[in-house]
């Protein structure tokens, strides 16, 4: 017989393990959090906080395949609208906010389904 701490130990972990998976943000929410990047994106490199919040953010999502899809597909959607965007600063991001973050260099010839 399993003693009731064991059985509420093997619950708690579940739970734990389950609320830190979680879904992928919605687009809106990955544009929401990514907004204060967007200097960054047009002018070269300025250090702010909240871009850097919003990088160390989507670190939660993009350990799976259909997370950094999706992840990879919002970017990559927004930039192309936003029309001069330099690429290479979106794949810059994460090193200069010192977060790693689990995606491929996203470029404007990047199939995000692969």
């Known amino acids: 017989m399993i003693c009731l701490t064991k059985i509420i130990a093997i619950v708690l ?3 734990t393990s389950a609320s830190t998976r979680g879904t992928v943000p919605s687009c809106p929410d990955i544009m929401n959090r990514l907004t204060p990047c967007i200097s960054h994106l047009l002018q ?3 250090s702010r906080p909240a871009c850097c919040n919003g990088v160390q953010y989507l670190t939660k999502y993009s350990n799976g395949r259909e997370d950094r ?3 990879c597909g919002c970017i990559k959607g927004a930039a192309n609208m936003m029309g001069s965007i330099d690429f290479s600063l979106i794949s810059d991001l994460p090193s200069k906010c010192g977060v790693c973050v689990n995606l491929p260099p996203i470029s404007r010839n990047i199939d995000c389904s692969q």
Do not use: E, K
């Open 13 to 15: 972990l579940f739970v």
């Open 44 to 46: 070269g490199w300025q």
């Open 69 to 71: 899809r999706a992840i």
